[in-house]
């Protein structure tokens, strides 16, 4: 489901990913681990489409990513990627509903299915008595369980969390993190989550481990 192969990236002639390989199947959940600044985000961005590789090759749902223009990919993304970042990210103005319906406006799909499904997503992630309060009424683990039902919005194939629970306290963490293995198994989603805590690693059936650009294990 999400397949590289020599990605390389540099900054600043700086090189951060040296000659990535990388495979994950259908339905199967990884954790990537490595210390700060081993390239852990910059791979899932890129394994994500936010930025491209300067050489190499990535296939995602089993789609050449390369091969899509720039609005095909928009699109790509919006209907087969979700993204949960360490900083929530939820638009200030709007309500914790609106937020977690946004992919879905943008999908195309009309305003009462797109709320109902959110309200429904919201109630799953024990947000029933939040829907219409805005991010900053909410507390950290609140918000990044809207930020998870933005995520799963619209039923992505692939989920890429970065960091997930790295801005919550351990048992907003847990609470997230239990939510998110068990939202994934049910909708059979391919996930990865790079974390640099071992415990949260450790939940997941795979570890790769990164440094100095490289998957080493
Ligand atoms: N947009 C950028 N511009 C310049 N350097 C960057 C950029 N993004 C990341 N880097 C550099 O790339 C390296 C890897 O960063 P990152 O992927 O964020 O690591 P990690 O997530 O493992 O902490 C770091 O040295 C970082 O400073
Ligand atoms: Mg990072």
Redesign the pocket.
């Known amino acids: 489901m999400i397949k590289c192969k020599g990605i390389q990236k540099s900054?600043?002639k700086?090189q951060?990913l040296r000659n990535i390989d990388f495979e994950l199947a259908e339905g199967e959940i990884c954790s990537i681990v490595?210390?700060?600044?081993?390239?852990?985000?910059?791979?899932l961005h890129i394994l994500g489409t936010l930025d491209s590789p300067d050489s190499g090759m990535i296939e995602l749902c089993y789609t050449d990513v390369d091969s899509l223009s720039k609005n095909q990919l928009a699109h790509f993304r919006n209907q087969n990627i979700g993204f949960i970042f360490q900083f929530h990210h939820l638009l200030p103005e709007l309500t914790a509903l609106e937020n977690a319906a946004l992919p879905a406006y943008i999908y195309g799909v009309d305003e009462k299915s797109a709320n109902r499904n959110a309200q429904l997503l919201l109630d799953r992630l024990n947000l029933s008595h939040r829907m219409y309060h805005k991010p900053s009424e909410l507390s950290g683990g609140e918000q990044q369980r809207v930020a998870m039902a933005r995520a799963l919005i619209n039923k992505p194939k692939i989920l890429l969390a970065?960091e997930p629970t790295g801005n919550l306290d351990q048992s907003n963490a847990e609470e997230v993190l239990s939510l998110l293995l068990e939202m994934r198994k049910e909708f059979n989603i391919t996930t990865i989550i790079?974390t640099h805590d071992l415990n949260i690693a450790s939940r997941t059936g795979k570890i790769f481990t990164?440094r100095d650009?490289m998957i080493v294990n």
């Open positions: 900054y600043d700086i951060v490595g210390a700060s600044g081993a390239g852990k985000s910059t791979l970065d790079v990164m650009g």
